[in-house]
Nanobody, 117 residues
């Protein structure tokens, strides 16, 4: 059974930084692709960043150069370092795990990030 728990959200001033964490349970973390998505009020959930078991991350154009995704397979954790935050980054940030063997995906409950102008 896979469970994902996000943390690190909160209120931050525009131009500031925030680091989100996602802790995973279960035995499939190291073989999984980990991603961050976000959902702004009244909008659909959108892709933010992803990272494979090894290698570099992939990013949405709106966050490229400001956000960095990383992972620690020993700790079963994935992180999202967010710098130079903008009000349009406001939303609920979700952690997602995709099992590369079964293609199943799992979601966390989300953590709210609010960026003030």
């Amino acid at each position: 059974q896979v469970q994902l728990v996000e943390s690190g959200g909160g209120l931050v001033q525009g131009g500031g930084s925030r680091r989100l964490s996602c802790a995973a349970s279960g035995s499939i973390f190291s073989r999984s692709v980990m991603s961050w998505y976000r959902q702004a009020p009244g909008k659909q959930r959108e892709f933010v960043a992803s990272i494979g078991s090894v290698g570099t991350g992939a990013y949405a154009g709106s966050v490229k150069g400001r956000f960095t995704i990383s992972r620690d397979n020993d700790k079963k954790a994935v992180y999202l370092q967010m710098n130079n935050l903008k009000p349009e980054d406001t939303g609920i940030y979700y952690c997602e795990l995709t099992d590369t063997i079964t293609a199943y995906n799992y979601w966390g409950q989300g953590t709210q990030v609010t960026v003030s102008s």
